[in-house]
């Protein structure tokens, strides 16, 4: 069983940055790709962020490219995203998920099996 666990959610202000962790269980993380999603009250889970799982390739939402980074960490088993300039609308709960074993990554929901419980992150303006 996989589990994945974000932090580093919180309430900040528009401009500010935050740094969003995944810290996933088990022996096989550095064979996935990982990436991040994220869903605002009465929308849909959307996509943000992909990485590969040699974290080599990255894939980004458009409206998130220049402001956010992907990143890997696999001796720590851990997947970030990096916030900076963050914007009211980027107010949402974040999701990590794991991707297909041994891929690029994946902008389709239906392409991860394990989620994480998420993490709010919330931007006033």
């Known amino acids: 069983q996989v589990q994945l666990v974000e932090s580093g959610g919180g309430l900040v202000q528009a401009g500010d940055s935050l740094r969003l962790s995944c810290a996933a269980s088990g022996r096989t993380f550095s064979s996935y790709a990982m990436g991040w999603f994220r869903q605002a009250p009465g929308k849909e889970r959307e996509f943000v962020a992909a990485?590969?799982?040699?974290?080599?390739?990255?894939y980004y939402v458009d409206f998130v490219k220049g402001r956010f980074t992907i990143s890997r960490d696999n001796a720590k088993n851990t997947v970030y995203l990096q916030m900076n300039s963050l914007k009211p609308e980027d107010t949402a709960v974040y999701y990590c998920a794991r991707g297909a074993r041994y891929s690029s990554g994946s902008y389709s929901v239906r392409q991860y099996d394990y989620w994480g419980q998420g993490t709010q992150v919330t931007v006033s303006s």
């Open positions: 990485i590969s799982w040699r974290g080599g390739s990255t």
